[in-house]
């Protein structure tokens, strides 16, 4: 098996030279089943899908994992610089936005540098982080468009989006904040809301925690400085959008997910994201590339 330059790269869209690094949206066309290695040499590489993976994608860390451990790719991955990755997938056509940073350019953020543990190695092939993937997806918004001061923008969403992946792995590393909730806890909430069908309730996810409503709501903010029901609410809306790259009526998308009528979900949808859902489908069909 040779390494190549990307698993995830066949042609490049747009690409934006910046002072942090680069920004790619990139076309993928995986003809049959594939197994790939892949070592980001120099820089640390996101990459969120625009449209799904090609099925069971499939990612291990080949210096570090025995042979038989895959972990699945989720729809946002880290690769951090001189780690080798090894890739499986079935066949399929993927579109990504991916930033290339490189982190020695970001002397003046010294906090961002740590170690890669494992808890944290692992923890990057499956970013659920709601606003990580907001953050890309507004980055690939501005790649593609040739606007004032694009350059500038892109450069200012790169550093957000170093500082907010270095919060989300430093969070797994951390003790459990005093009246917070243990990292277990947390992971199974996240866990339960990427489980299809509509999100739980306040009363479904207290049970899976062993605790009560009010304790857990109040442990959870104390840990993730928001509120429990905008943290169910922003992994529905993420799901959402992937969702709308399907098939799916608007109708039976707003059903899926829970909600009680179309409109209801339009407005839920266009009052977090900005955009009606048929404005976003509409957007992300554009992204996609010509069959």
Not at 64 to 81: I, K, N, S, T
Not at 94 to 108: A, E, M, N
Not at 135 to 157: I, K, Q
Not at 212 to 221: E, I
């Amino acid at each position: 098996m040779e390494t190549q330059e990307s698993p995830w790269v066949s042609s490049i869209r747009e690409s934006l030279e910046l002072p942090t690094g680069k920004a790619l949206i990139t076309d993928r066309d995986f003809r049959e089943p594939v197994q790939q290695l892949f070592v980001p040499e120099s820089a640390l590489w996101i990459d969120m899908c625009l449209t799904p993976r090609p099925a069971e994608t499939r990612v291990r860390y080949a210096n570090r994992w025995p042979v038989y451990r895959f972990e699945r790719a989720g729809q946002v991955l880290a690769m951090p610089a001189g780690e080798l990755l090894q890739f499986r997938s079935g066949s399929g056509r993927q579109t990504s936005i991916v930033c290339q940073i490189q982190l020695d350019q970001l002397d003046d953020l010294p906090e961002l540098s740590f170690d890669w543990t494992e808890r944290r190695l692992e923890s990057c092939l499956d970013l659920a982080s709601p606003r990580l993937s907001t953050m890309m997806r507004y980055l690939a918004e501005e790649v593609r468009r040739n606007d004032l001061a694009r350059e500038a923008m892109a450069e200012l969403m790169m550093r957000q989006i170093a500082i907010e992946l270095a919060r989300h792995l430093r969070h797994i590393e951390e003790p459990v904040i005093i009246g917070g909730l243990a990292a277990w806890r947390l992971k199974l909430i996240d866990q339960r809301l990427g489980e299809p069908g509509p999100p739980p309730s306040l009363e479904d996810l207290a049970l899976l925690a062993a605790l009560s409503v009010r304790q857990l709501t109040r442990a959870f903010r104390t840990s993730r400085g928001c509120s429990l029901g905008d943290h169910i609410n922003d992994f529905r809306i993420e799901r959402a959008k992937r969702l709308l790259t399907g098939n799916d009526s608007i109708k039976a998308i707003a059903f899926t997910l829970g909600f009680q009528s179309a409109s209801i979900f339009s407005h839920a949808f266009r009052r977090r994201v900005g955009t009606t859902p048929r404005q976003f489908r509409a957007q992300a069909a554009a992204s996609l590339p010509a069959s």
